[in-house]
Nanobody
Framework: QVQLVESGGGLVQAGDSLRLSCAAS????????TGWFRQALGKEREFVAA????????NYADSVKGRFAISRDNAKNTLYLQMNSLKPEDTAVYYC????????????????????WGQGTQVTVST
């Protein structure tokens, strides 16, 4: 049984930093494209960041580019999202996702490309 469990969310002030983690069980991240998405209250889930199966290529939404960084530790089977210079508009539930197939050279930015999802962790940024 595949399980993705996010952690690290919380309530912070604008300008602060947070690091989200996503631990996987029943599935190995090695060689597997993974990503982060978020969903604000009343809005659709949107792409935040993605990393290729090899870990060598990353992609970010324009709204977080330069502030967020996605990374993965295959030995720990954990995906990370370092979030710096947080803004109130970053407030959302953050979800990690993994693709079922192995694809070393590609990353994916669409929800429909991912097969496994975590339950989410709330990030709230106050002014």
């Amino acid at each position: 049984q595949v399980q993705l469990v996010e952690s690290g969310g919380g309530l912070v002030q604008a300008g602060d930093s947070l690091r989200l983690s996503c631990a996987a069980s029943g599935l190995t991240f090695t060689g597997r494209p993974t990503g982060w998405f978020r969903q604000a209250l009343g809005k659709e889930r949107e792409f935040v960041a993605a990393i290729s199966g090899s870990g060598g290529t990353t992609n970010y939404a324009d709204s977080v580019k330069g502030r967020f960084a996605i990374s993965r530790d295959n030995a720990k089977n954990t995906l990370y999202l370092q979030m710096n210079s947080l803004k109130p508009e970053d407030t959302a539930v953050y979800y990690c996702a993994a693709k079922q197939g192995v694809s070393r050279n590609y990353y994916y930015t669409s929800l429909k490309d991912y097969d496994y999802w975590g339950q989410g962790t709330q990030v709230t940024v106050s002014t």
